[in-house]
């Protein structure tokens, strides 16, 4: 069975320093990772994800995130926060696909809130 | 090029009551999956299309939730009878392949009294 956890429910973040969203993921197979964010009344929106090859993902808005696979990590990060960034930001992951299994996992995300 | 589209965005029924809400996915995309957020919790899956088949409904919670795709085009999912627990936001995304990135649309928040 595949797992995600996300053990912050917030972070703050004062705006133009680094921010950091933690994961860690538990998969049987090689996983594909994901990161999502949902802003105030909006649906979930697609920020990045990693597949395969190199450990560091750039994506949308200037995030990146390091798919670390000793400690089953996938931190999203971002070098200069802004108080735009402010939303609810979900890990997911998926067991690379046998057969057509294709469903993502989730954590329970993580409120980030910045300021001025 | 639309995104994914849901319907309602909000629906407040009594328990008992049934509900149907309706997704329209992004065009040309072959895969629809239906996931929801309850009380604030992680969102879990309920079920995959395939067009029009049921790939893997293993997330559905009960028989009172029924998801239909005819035609392989939009997709409906049916709560009868709604119950309290049913409350939350449901969520449902499309992708071209199984195996591709899965976009999501805004949800259709679900109150349950």
């Known amino acids: 069975a595949q797992s995600v956890a996300q053990p912050e429910d917030q972070v703050n973040v004062a705006e133009g320093n680094p921010l950091t969203v933690k994961c860690t993921y538990s998969?049987?197979?090689?996983?594909?990772l994901f990161w999502y964010v949902q802003y105030p009344n909006r649906g979930l929106q697609f920020l990045l994800k990693y597949i395969t090859g190199d450990n560091l993902v750039k994506g949308s808005y200037g995030f990146e995130a390091e798919f670390n696979k000793s400690q089953t990590s996938f931190h999203l990060k971002k070098p200069s926060a802004l108080v735009s960034d402010s939303a609810l930001y979900f890990c997911a992951v998926r067991d690379e696909i046998t057969g057509t299994a294709s469903k993502l996992t989730f954590g329970t995300g993580t409120r980030l809130q910045v300021t001025l | 090029e639309a995104g994914v589209t849901q319907f309602p965005s909000h629906s407040v029924i009594e328990k008992g009551q049934t509900v149907t809400l309706r997704c329209d996915p992004i065009s040309g995309h072959d895969n629809l999956y239906w996931y929801r957020r309850v009380m604030g919790k992680e969102i879990k899956f309920l079920l995959h299309?395939?067009?029009?088949?049921?790939?893997?409904e293993s997330g559905m919670p009960n028989n009172r939730f029924l998801a239909e795709r005819t035609g392989g085009t939009y997709s409906t999912l049916k709560v009868q009878p709604a119950e309290l627990e049913d409350s939350g936001v449901y969520f449902c995304a499309s992708s071209q392949a199984a195996s591709s990135t899965q976009y999501f649309g805004p949800g259709t928040r679900l109150t349950v009294l």
């Open positions: 299309f395939v067009k029009e088949s049921k790939q893997d």
């Open positions: 998969v049987s197979g090689n996983p594909y």
